[in-house]
C-alpha cells in the first residue's frame, strides 16, 4: 500500500533555488545509520529558461548504495506542495538503509513519522557549495540514475567555455556537470556564478584531454567584463 507524504519542508529552499536561477537542490540528512540524500534537478529550456512541468524527487540511500525515485505532485511554487506517493518496496529500502530489515524487536517503524522528521530538518537555505559537495559525493549514483538531467551525460571531460548567443543563459544540465569534477567547491562554485553573470557556457568531451582544462577556463572566465 502506498505512502502519501508532502515535504512541505522543501518549499524555502525551492524558492531560492528559483530565485537565484540555481535550479538545483542538493542536500543529506542523516537518522540514525541512515544517510538520505535528497536530490531534485530542474530542467532548463534551449535558452537557460526553467521549464515549468514534472518534478521529481531522488532519495539516495547513501548507507546501502540504493535509489527511491518519486514523482512530485502538488503545486510546488506557490502552495508549497511536494507530496510523494512511496510504495512498499520504497519503505523497505528506508528500513534496510536503517539497518531494521525485518526485525521486530524495538519500537515498531512507522514510515511517516520518520518521514516527517526528516521534512522537519530541511534546511532553508542551500549554498551552492553545498549542492556541489553532494552531488561529487554520489556522482556515481547520479549519473547512473538521473542521466536526463545532465546534457550528453557520457561527455564528462571539460573541453571550454564560450559565449551563449544574445538573450540566452547557460542550462542548468551542462552546468551541473562541473559539480563533479574534483576541483575544490568554492572554485566550481566561483566559475559557475561567473559563468552565469557573463552568460557563457561550458563545453564537454568524452576523450580524456591532454591537460586539465579547469584552471585555463577559470582564468579565462575570471577575466571576461561582465558586459561582454
Given at each position: 500500500?502506498?505512502?502519501?507524504?508532502?515535504?512541505?519542508g522543501l518549499h524555502p529552499a525551492f524558492l531560492e533555488a528559483v530565485k537565484r536561477h540555481e535550479p538545483s537542490i542538493a542536500f543529506t540528512l542523516t537518522d540514525g545509520v541512515g544517510k538520505f540524500a535528497f536530490l531534485l534537478f530542474m530542467k532548463t529550456d534551449s535558452s537557460g529558461?526553467?521549464?515549468w512541468g514534472q518534478l521529481e524527487l531522488f532519495i539516495l540511500l547513501a548507507r546501502s548504495q540504493r535509489m527511491i525515485r518519486c514523482k512530485l505532485l502538488g503545486n510546488h511554487k506557490n502552495a508549497g506542495d511536494f507530496k510523494v506517493r512511496l510504495t512498499d518496496d520504497d519503505e523497505?529500502?528506508?528500513?534496510?538503509?536503517l539497518g531494521l530489515g525485518e526485525s521486530t524487536a524495538g519500537p515498531a517503524f512507522?514510515?511517516?513519522?520518520?518521514?516527517?522528521?526528516l521534512n522537519s530538518i530541511i534546511p532553508a537555505s542551500i549554498?551552492?557549495?553545498m549542492k556541489i559537495a553532494v552531488v561529487r559525493e554520489h556522482r556515481v549514483n547520479i549519473r547512473t540514475h538521473c542521466p536526463e538531467y545532465f546534457d550528453d551525460a557520457s561527455k564528462v571531460y571539460l573541453l571550454r567555455a564560450g559565449p551563449l548567443a544574445a538573450g540566452k543563459r547557460p542550462r542548468e544540465e551542462t552546468l551541473r556537470k562541473l559539480y563533479m569534477l574534483d576541483v575544490p567547491r568554492e572554485d566550481i562554485a566561483a566559475l559557475i556564478r561567473n559563468l552565469k553573470c557573463i552568460?557563457?557556457?561550458t563545453y564537454w568531451t568524452a576523450s580524456v584531454p591532454a591537460t586539465d582544462k579547469f584552471a585555463e577556463i577559470f582564468a579565462k572566465v575570471a577575466g571576461v567584463p561582465v558586459n561582454a
Open positions: 500500500m502506498a505512502t502519501e507524504f508532502n515535504f512541505t529558461k526553467i521549464v523497505q529500502k528506508v528500513r534496510d538503509e512507522v514510515l511517516r513519522e520518520l518521514l516527517a522528521k549554498p551552492l557549495e552568460r557563457w557556457t
